[in-house]
């Protein structure tokens, strides 16, 4: 859906640049207005000759052509997480497809280690609990999409900041080897230019902050056209939340406890003070 916006909103860049209205351009491809709207708006997946066609129309050659094809070739396939089928898959889906594209990533996490940072053997010992992944091949398709959502921070471009309430560090939310493993490789995730993660201690002074009645994700896209989405998981549904108010509120939020947090290095040794006290546990 983001990349469909994205192409959207750079056609109808293009058409309001050429002082064309929407009937107008239509009229050029043999189209519907009511269907070229819908393409512009992000609602419809791009054909991609009806797109050259009105790149025809347009009169746009050279570079911004080509990547305007390109963009379109991508709106246009269906993404890994389409294949995931059942119920508990349509929340997965879900958050992979609001996940794709999104060039600013924040998240506050108050019980468990996120998605996005969770090693494999994590990820099992976590879904293996769902009795939606009772099925081993289930359970494996599951951890499957989650370590592919983890490709995305691949890219240098993907800003991702983590507030992590320091429970996180002492909750046993699986056996200790594998949270000894979990914290280190927090640890080494760190360094990367474009994660950050900030430990939120229990010393913390946050009586004046504005309460985090609980965890979230914020989204930012590079187009200014998509608009900045709120993400808010509970036990049985998902909330996405694109409400201006509703944002500048999480906004606030994240960026009080964010003040609250330890620096960098802090941050990265208690983490690592947290893999050394499991695996002491462990042995």
């Given at each position: 859906m983001v990349r469909r916006s994205r192409l959207g909103a750079e056609l109808r860049k293009?058409?309001?640049?050429?002082q064309l209205t929407i009937a107008n351009v239509a009229?050029?491809?043999?189209?519907?207005?009511?269907?070229?709207?819908?393409?512009?708006?992000?609602?419809?997946?791009?054909?991609?000759?009806?797109?050259?066609?009105?790149?025809?129309?347009?009169?746009?050659?050279?570079?911004?052509?080509?990547?305007?094809?390109?963009?379109?070739?991508?709106?246009?396939?269906?993404?890994?997480?389409?294949?995931?089928?059942?119920?508990m898959f349509e929340r997965y889906r879900q958050i992979a497809e609001i996940e794709a594209?999104?060039?600013d990533i924040r998240q506050i996490t108050l019980l468990f280690v996120p998605g996005l940072l969770q090693t494999e053997e994590y990820t099992r010992a976590r879904l293996s609990h769902y009795p939606s992944f009772a099925d081993p091949a289930a359970?494996?398709?599951?951890?499957?999409?989650?370590?592919?959502?983890?490709?995305?921070?691949?890219?240098e471009e993907t800003k991702y900041s983590v507030?992590?309430?320091?429970?996180?560090?002492?909750?046993?939310?699986?056996?200790?080897?594998?949270?000894?493993?979990?914290?280190r490789h927090l640890v080494k995730?760190?360094?990367?230019?474009?994660?950050?993660?900030?430990?939120?201690?229990?010393?913390?002074?946050?009586?004046?902050?504005?309460?985090?009645?609980?965890?979230f994700t914020l989204f930012r896209y590079a187009s200014p056209d998509d608009p900045q989405v709120g993400f808010v998981e509970t036990n049985t549904v998902d909330l996405v939340l694109s409400d201006a108010e509703d944002l500048a509120r999480m906004e606030g939020i994240f960026q009080?406890?964010?003040?609250?947090?330890?620096?960098?290095?802090?941050?990265?040794?208690m983490l690592e003070e947290a893999a050394e006290r499991f695996q002491r546990e462990g042995s």
């Open positions: 293009l058409r309001r640049d050429k009229a050029l491809v043999g189209w519907q207005a009511s269907e070229l709207s819908r393409l512009e708006n992000g609602k419809l997946r791009p054909d991609l000759s009806v797109v050259m066609d009105i790149l025809d129309a347009l009169e746009v050659i050279g570079g911004q052509r080509e990547i305007l094809i390109s963009m379109a070739r991508d709106a246009n396939q269906r993404g890994w997480w389409k294949a995931m089928v059942g119920p594209g999104a060039t359970l494996q398709t599951a951890i499957h999409g989650r370590l592919t959502r983890q490709k995305l921070l691949d890219n507030i992590m309430d320091e429970g996180v560090l002492h909750r046993r939310t699986c056996a200790p080897p594998i949270l000894t493993d979990q914290f995730i760190a360094t990367r230019p474009n994660i950050s993660i900030r430990v939120l201690p229990f010393g913390a002074d946050i009586y004046e902050r504005t309460p985090a009645a609980s965890a009080e406890f964010w003040a609250a947090t330890l620096n960098a290095e802090d941050s990265s040794r």
